[in-house]
C-alpha cells in the first residue's frame, strides 16, 4: 500500500494480527458525552454537554424555587464512605433529571460537541437496514421523594427533512420499588428498536435517542439518576432460535429457513419424504428424560444425517411455507466488520454412531442463484465432543475483517446448514438451536492524505485504545519500533499526524491495542 511521497503503509495485517480474540458483541457506536462526565463540576451543574433539553412549555412558571433550565444537569458522585454514594456508577458524575411532565434530554449522537479534539471524526451512527438497535441507560428512581408510577420514556428517533424528531422506538420506564429498590445503584433499562427495513421512513437516517419525563401531572416530584448510555447495532437472524411455526410436536415447515431440492439420486418412495428430513420440534416436558436443559425458548431444529439435506436463510431464500422471499434477514457484509455466528448443536440423535459431518457457513447473495461460500466449519459426530443427547454443544464461525477487496463487500449475508455425511455414514439426525449473528469492527489504520507530513485515519470500536508504533526498518523486531504515543479512540474514528515523517522517508506504521 502507498500513498503521499510514494511511502508504504505497513498497516492492516500486522493490525488484524495482534487483535485481541473476536468478541461476540454487538457493534458499539458512539454517544457523545454518555456517561454524563461534562462539564465537570465539584457538585452540580445545569448544562450537560451535547445533550439537549427540551424548551420551556408555556404552562411552566420559573419561580424562586427553581426554573425550567435547573431541571436536568451533572452531578458529581459522593466520596465512598457518604450514604448517598452511588455503588455502579461510570466515572465520576451522572445527570439527575426531575419527574415533570415535557421534561426531556435529546442527544444527536452524530454530532460532536463533546470534544476539543478536532482529529475526533465519529462514524456517522445511522439506521441500517438489516440492523436492530439497542439502547442501554443506567437509571436510578426514587430520588427526592418520587412516587410509585412516576414514569420515563426512552426513545430512538429521526429528524424528517425539516428537522422535526419522528420516534422510531420507545419503552416506558415506571417507577417502583421493586424494579429500583434502593438508591444508591443504578439499574440497566434496554430499548430494542425493531430491525430496519430498506424502504422504512429511518433507513439510513441518523440515529438520535431522547429521554423523556412521561409523568402524570399529579405525580409531578421528585428526580431520576441517569448514567452510562451505551448504543449497539444488532444483527436479527430471522427464527434463529427456530420457534416458529409452533408446535405442539414437530413441524415440517421452518419459517424464515429455505430447504434445498431434493437431489435426482434421492428416492421418492424412501422411507421418509425428502421434506421430512428438517423440521422444527417442541422440547420435551422437564421431567422427561429427553429434556434438552439448555434449549433457547421452547423449540428447535432436527436434521437428519442424510447428505445434502439441510436448509438456509438469506435475503431472497423463500422460508417455512412462503411463496415469496419475506427479505426478512438484509444484513449486507461491511468493510472492516467481522462477523461471528454462534449456534448450539446437539449430536447423537436416532442413534447415530459413525463419523456423520454437518456444515455450517456464511456465504454471500447478489441473487437467487448466486450464492458463494464466504467461511464455512465441518463439525464431525463422535461420543467426546456429543456426550449427551440433551444438551446443545455451543459452536462458533468467524469471519474476521472485511478488506475492501473482498468480493463479498455490500452483498447480502447468507447462512447454511448442510448435511455433508458420505452416503455410508449415513444414520441419526442432529438437532440445532439459537443461531446468532454478531459483528464488531476491527481496527483499520489508513492513509487519508499525505504531503509534507504524514495523516492517518484509525477506526475501532468506540473507546479502544492503542499504541501507534513506526519504523524504516522492517527487518526490526517490533519491540525495537518508535513509539508515536499513546491514543484512545474514543469516537470510533480518529486521525493521526506524524510530523517526524519527511517525504524522502520510508515509514512502516503498526496500531496495536492496549490494555
Known sequence: MQGGAMRPLYLSLLLLALSTVFSAKAARLYVPNHSFELPATGFADPRIESWVQSAKPVWFQDSEAGTWDQLAGVFVNQSPENSSYIHNME???????????ELALSNDINFLTDSTNANDLP???????????ELTVGILGGGGGMTQGVSLQLSFYYRDANSNAITFAATNVVFDTNRFPDTTNFVDVVLRSPVVREGDAAAGKLIGVQILSTVDPTLTGGYWDLDNVRLREVIELANGSFEQPETAFVDLAIAEWQKPPRPFWYPENSEFAWEQLSGVFVNADPTNSSHITNIDGKQAAYLFAVSEAGFFQDYYSLGGTNSEPSHAFNTRFEEGMSYQLSFGILGGGGGMTNPASLQVSLYSV??????????????????????????????????????????WIGKYIGVKVLSTVSPEMSGGYWDLDNFRLTSRREPLLKLVRGTNQLDLQLTSEPGEKFEIIATADLALPVAQWTSLGMITNRT????????????????????????
Open 91 to 101: 466515572g465520576n458524575q451522572a445527570a439527575f433529571f426531575f419527574a415533570m411532565p
Open 123 to 133: 462514524l456517522p451512527a445511522k439506521f441500517t437496514p438489516g440492523k436492530a438497535f
Open 366 to 407: 447478489d441473487s437467487d442463484t448466486n450464492r458463494v461460500t464466504v467461511v464455512a466449519t465441518n463439525i464431525v459426530f463422535t461420543p467426546e465432543k456429543f456426550p449427551t443427547t440433551t444438551a446443545f454443544v455451543n459452536f462458533d464461525l468467524t469471519l474476521r475483517g472485511v478488506n475492501s477487496g473482498d468480493a
Open 492 to 515: 470510533g474514528r480518529v486521525q493521526l499526524t506524524d510530523v517526524q515523517s519527511s517525504s524522502d522517508q520510508t515509514r512502516f506504521y503498526m496500531a496495536r491495542r492496549t490494555p
